[in-house]
């Protein structure tokens, strides 16, 4: 198998990754406690319809999860190619970082330049554009590793792809929005090198929930929501809301040392 | 270094002896009473006005005792029952029908003895009943209904069915002919085998009991499940056997007082299996029958075909339990009851004598027998023949003892009264204490050596601590250190919850999923590959994938949906599973010519010159070499097609007729001698040449492991003949995860939590689980035409440990660096890549491979401790798991699951810490490791 080494000698060094703080701003600071209350205070609202019939349950909770996260990354978090960004626009070019990315750091240089007035509304659409990448990559990418795990391949393909669309919402939209399509970013996110902040603590808390959400489904509880892939998206909500909170508090800048 | 190997000597001495203590203790071998019963002292002589040595006349003096091994009492009484005939004799009240209650274990043996003596077989039997030669296991001297029978005037017993039965009475049957289930597959001649002695039998009239014992119910269920097409025919032909024999009885003078009883031996649940306590398993059919019913029948309700009671799902007519059988027989057929019994005899047949007094002296010895028993177990208690004044007060007591002695004293007040009182209140009492004791008796909870599980479990707690000492530093905790303790931990606390103890497969291939991950993370820290998805740790875990998906295991899902049970293998399908089979043996077979390559040249004296030839130059050794191994391949591949032919004929669809036709003419046992003989004899050679060639070497040169290898895919042929034909394509898969795992380069402790993970993933995904059931023994017998405990013990872990066999010996290998991808790595497509990044590459490459020689041949450097540590780790993780099975089995002793869940888990516990951490991991790990530095 051929492999090619890119950590090991990079051509233009790299400034390490920082971790992301949210927006100085009073509605950011505000928004960002409120944003998992609002999370959970979703799923739980949907959490018998998703019991009752998880396909049409997860279904109809995946548009408010994505307005929701749209909300949270638009009001509270720099987007990508920012100052206050890992640095998304320095990186090294990898080849796969398209127009797309381009086009997302323009609007954002000049939105940044134009002052604070215009923020939101300049966000929302890097925000929805984030949406759309995480639906179309990180949800694929996702429901192939919850496969890989032990998700059913004959059967259920409807439920899985969903799990997979929920933690890819939750863990991927804010990534994507301040990392952008920075391959070196991403890289470094999968290899746990990233530093610990809310965006990727928050990853972090729904892969690892999502992974702890496998424990009660052989349990012989007999009950309706041990069935699949409920416990994955309960465990990867929860997951999610720890990590987030710890990740943007107690364990701020920390690395994952290995 | 002497103390470290000392604590771990110790420590790993321990766990055996942790191991057997505790087992006395949770299966204490109850001692029996030896000898036979006599009829002896009635008392109450003048009150009842009999003497001290009558006994009441007797209504049969011969008998048939049919089993039908599996006969679920839904078989026999249900509407769509195939057995109509049976169902018209209880309409006419020539037949009585009850469900017998079987307690767990429900696999025949212990069955058997419980049928024969009245007792409850421990659970010991289980271990037992795969040991059947043992002679604590048979019932030669201990009393049964059958050596009551044996020793009456003119007493010959005849035998035909199950050799259990021959094994359990050895030199008791004037004839005999003994089938044993060999294959399952086999339907009709195991039945056959039987039934054509049946007629002349029935002409004979010099035996007082003949057995008959068919096993093709259980094959059909064991092998399609309880709505099998099969069924109903193989119904029918029962029913046709019990109409022959009925007629005989009818119409034949000497067999007119002949009492005829069918009966299972077991049931089988929804899946066809047995060995547990769910109802279908514990619900076995037991009816009599006889012209001469009809005396107790006649004013009965006589119904059939039944439902089974309101909420219950196989409980047909009144349950009564197995054990009830030997009483009723001994009074029946006018015998002493067995000494053992813990019986009671069935009440609906008292009606034969009209004498009440009869009926009340056949209880009262009974009773007595029953309360030798108890007296037996309660010393301090009273259980005289003298009425006490306080014993009305202790039957408010809580201790069972004393409720028993109540009981009794109110047997021996009724007895003792002079005055004339209702039969009916004496048989009354008679039973209320018979059914007390019984209850009691059989219970679980009085039998427990609590000290002793104290005591086993904590030599296992110590263990684990002495482990402890011996372990490779702790600090700075290293993640896969954390991993590894984390596996123990979650480990522990899994083995109390009953439904993961069922469903242990899951959480292995869910911490494997996620220990496979952190792999490919743990890499990509270190350098990134390009095309992530071929990451060799990626692609461990997608074979795991797969490999967990071969054969659907546990009890929650159990029959979901599989590889193994696909259409893919099955009909003419199969031609698919016999190419990936093909391949398997190819594979080996071209590994081992390598071998024998090598040690032709080193016979040569090339030794040194030759050895390096890279594969794709021409090597005339290695042409001869594989003509030389080519026989041994293709023997052993024709083992496994002609032994699947007869295990698994549905496995063998696509395969041309004529084939198998020739390779069924080939006798099993010679052609699986000669597959261990081969076997054997390349072993012998290939190590003789690697000796040479190690003599050959300077002395500061360290081996290459060649003959480590060697014995590994020795190994793995070996593993082949003992598996299963559909489970063999996983070796294919176990092949490639060894090989991807090799190009990772892992440290010593990540080697050893994956051998840990893999060898626990490899046991479950071959179809093994925590259940009795699920031990597999149509491999037990390769090669071996008698029966010889200690191989057919061999053959049979090797059969259910063959996948953790292969992956521990696997892991050693590579934690020796050897037979893995390391040789070969050099070999590198450049034109794969990129023309610009060329330069930076191949210097990245080469920079790559420089370090990792220096890690292999740091490792070498210190190689004696990378196994010490293995070993330890190895330990700590046996004496964790041990240890938490016995605290699990101690605190939850009077679990409703204890018999059903953790007993069972804690046989495999034995298992696994006797078996397979000293012969796999220490002694074959140990071995490789050896000879691999040579």
Not at chain 2, 319 to 341: F, H, R, W, Y
Not at chain 2, 405 to 410: D, E, N, S, T
Not at chain 2, 458 to 472: D, E, G, R, Y
């Amino acid at each position: 198998m051929s492999t090619t080494v890119i950590g090991g000698a990079p051509p233009k060094p790299r400034p390490p990754p920082t971790p992301i703080s949210h927006l100085p701003t009073d509605s950011a600071r505000l928004y960002t406690h409120i944003h998992p209350l609002l999370l959970l205070s979703l799923y739980t609202y949907q959490f018998p319809s998703i019991v009752a019939d998880p396909v049409a349950g997860l279904a109809a909770t995946l548009v408010p999860l994505a307005a929701l996260q749209i909300a949270y990354v638009a009001v509270c978090l720099p987007p990508t190619g920012n100052g206050t960004g890992s640095g998304a626009g320095n990186g090294p070019a990898s080849g796969g970082a398209g127009g797309e990315k381009r086009k997302i750091g323009e609007k954002k240089k000049a939105n940044g330049s134009a002052g604070k007035s215009d923020g939101i509304g300049g966000r929302i659409i890097p925000a929805v554009l984030s949406v759309l990448l995480s639906l179309l990559v990180a949800a694929p990418l996702l429901t192939a590793a919850l496969v890989l795990f032990g998700a059913p391949i004959t059967t259920h393909h409807a439920h899985t792809l969903l799990c997979g669309a929920h933690i890819a919402f939750l863990a991927a939209i804010p990534l994507v929005y301040v990392h952008g399509v920075d391959g070196a970013a991403w890289r470094d996110a999968v290899a746990l090198l990233l530093p610990v902040d809310e965006v990727y603590g928050g990853l972090l808390g729904a892969v690892c929930g999502a992974w702890l959400g496998a424990v009660p489904i052989p349990l012989d509880w007999d009950r309706e929501w041990q069935k699949w892939p409920v416990t994955i998206v309960t465990g990867a909500y929860i997951g999610y809301v720890f990590g987030r909170l710890l990740g943007g508090t107690m364990l701020k800048g920390k690395k994952v040392m290995f | 270094m002497a103390a470290r190997t000392l604590l771990l000597t110790l420590a790993n001495l321990l766990i055996p002896v942790a191991i057997l203590v505790f087992a006395t203790g949770f299966f204490p071998y109850k001692p029996f009473m030896p000898g036979l019963a006599e009829y002896d002292n009635l008392g109450w002589e003048d009150g009842m006005g009999w003497s001290n040595k009558s006994v009441a006349d007797a209504p049969f003096d011969r008998l048939v005792f049919m089993v039908v091994d599996a006969l679920r009492s839904d078989f026999v009484y249900s509407e769509g029952s195939g057995m109509t005939f049976v169902q018209s004799l209880i309409r006419e009240g020539y037949a009585l029908p009850f469900t017998a209650h079987a307690t767990s274990p429900t696999i025949t043996m212990p069955r058997v003895k419980a049928i024969t003596t009245g007792s409850i077989p421990s659970f010991l039997d289980v271990i037992l009943n795969f040991a059947e030669s043992d002679t604590t296991s048979t019932l030669a001297t201990q009393d049964t209904w059958l050596a009551q029978l044996k020793a009456k005037e003119n007493g010959k017993l005849v035998m035909y069915g199950d050799d259990t039965w021959l094994k359990l009475f050895p030199d008791f049957f004037e004839r005999a002919d003994g089938t044993s289930s060999f294959f399952v597959s086999d339907f009709t001649e195991v039945d056959n085998n039987v039934t054509r002695h049946v007629p002349d039998e029935l002409l004979n009239n010099d035996w007082n009991a003949m057995i008959m014992h068919y096993l093709g119910l259980d094959h059909i269920g064991h092998k399609a499940g309880p709505k099998s097409p099969n069924m109903l025919p193989k119904q029918k032909e029962m029913d046709d056997i019990v109409r022959d024999i009925y007629s005989a009885i009818e119409n034949e003078d000497h067999l007119q007082n002949t009492l005829f009883v069918l009966c299972g031996d077991h049931g089988m649940n929804e899946g066809g299996n047995h060995g547990g306590s769910a109802p279908g398993e514990t619900s076995p059919a037991l009816v009599f029958m006889s012209p001469k019913l009809t005396k107790v029948t006649h004013a009965m309700e006589k119904k059939s075909p039944v439902v089974p009671k309101a909420g219950t799902e196989f409980e047909y007519y009144r349950m009564v339990e197995q054990s009830d059988v030997a009483p009723t027989l001994a009074g029946l057929m006018g015998v002493p009851v067995p000494k053992n019994n813990l019986g009671v005899f069935i009440e609906e047949f008292l009606g034969f004598w009209d004498d009440g007094r009869d009926r009340i002296q056949l209880l009262l010895r009974n009773a007595r027998q029953v309360k030798s028993i108890v007296e037996a177990t309660y010393p301090s208690l009273d259980f005289g023949d003298v009425v006490t004044q306080d014993h009305k007060k202790e039957c408010d007591s809580p201790s069972t003892g004393q409720q028993l002695a109540c009981k009794w004293q109110g047997v021996v007040d009724v007895m003792s009264t002079r005055t004339k009182i209702e039969i009916s209140s004496r048989v009354g009492q008679l039973y209320k204490f018979m059914k007390a004791a019984q209850e009691t008796m059989s219970s679980t909870a009085s039998n427990y050596d609590v000290p002793r599980l104290v005591l086993g479990a904590s030599l296992a707690v110590i263990s684990v601590f002495l482990t402890l000492f011996t372990l490779p530093a702790f600090t700075p905790m290293s993640p896969q250190g954390l991993f590894y303790t984390l596996i123990l931990v979650l480990y522990s606390i899994l083995m109390f919850a009953s439904s993961y103890v069922e469903e242990e497969h899951n959480f292995w291939y869910w911490a494997t999923s996620a220990w496979l991950f952190y792999l490919f993370i743990s890499a990509s820290r270190k350098e990134w590959t390009a095309n992530f998805i071929l990451h060799p740790a990626i692609m461990v875990l997608v074979l795991h994938r797969i490999i967990r998906r071969w054969n659907q295991t546990g009890q929650k899902f159990a029959g979901a949906d599989d590889i193994v049970h696909s259409p893919l293998f099955h009909g003419s399908y199969s031609i698919v599973l016999w190419t990936m089979i093909g391949s398997a043996y190819v594979d080996v077979t071209n590994r081992l010519s390598r071998h024998v390559a090598r040690s032709i040249a080193a016979f040569e004296g090339l030794s040194g010159v030759a050895l390096g030839a890279p594969d794709d130059e021409f090597d005339p050794n290695r042409l001869m070499a594989f003509i030389a191994v080519l026989p041994l391949g293709v023997t052993a591949f024709l083992f496994k097609l002609a032994f699947t032919a007869l295990d698994a004929p549905e496995l063998t669809g696509g395969i041309n007729q004529d084939l198998l036709n020739w390779v069924a003419s080939l006798g099993l046992v010679g052609i699986a001698r000669m597959v261990f003989g081969g076997i054997a004899l390349s072993a012998f050679w290939i190590s003789v040449a690697e000796w040479k060639r190690a003599q050959g070497r300077r002395k500061n040169v360290d081996g290459n492991g060649d003959l480590a290898v060697a014995l590994f895919d020795l190994l793995t042929l070996f593993l082949l003949t003992q598996t299963k034909a559909q489970n063999i394509p996983l070796y294919l898969l176990f092949r490639l995860q060894f090989f991807f795992l090799s190009t990772l380069n892992l440290d010593p402790t990540s080697l050893t939590t994956t051998t840990l993970l893999l060898t626990q993933t490899s046991f479950f995904a071959l179809g093994n689980s925590n259940a009795i059931s699920s031990i597999d023994l149509s491999t037990s017998y390769n090669g071996i035409s008698g029966y010889n405990v200690t191989l057919v013990g061999i053959l049979l872990f090797a059969s259910n440990w063959a996948g953790p066999l292969y992956f521990t010996a696997a892991g050693t290998l590579l934690l020796g660096s050897h037979g893995g991808a390391n040789s070969t790595r050099r070999h590198i497509d450049t034109s794969e890549l990129d023309d610009r990044d060329w330069v930076r590459e191949e210097r990245a490459h080469l920079e790559r491979l420089a370090r990792q020689e220096n890690i292999v041949a740091e490792r070498k450097k210190d190689s004696g401790r990378a196994w010490s540590d293995h070993v330890s780790l190895m330990t700590l993780w046996t004496g964790v798991s041990v240890a938490s099975v016995m605290v699990a089995c101690a605190v939850l002793r009077q679990h409703l699951f204890i018999w059903t869940v953790f007993s069972p888990k804690f046989l495999f516990a034995m298992a696994w810490g006797i078996g397979f951490h000293f012969v796999g991991t220490i002694a074959l790990g140990g071995l490789l490791w050896k000879v691999g530095r040579w």
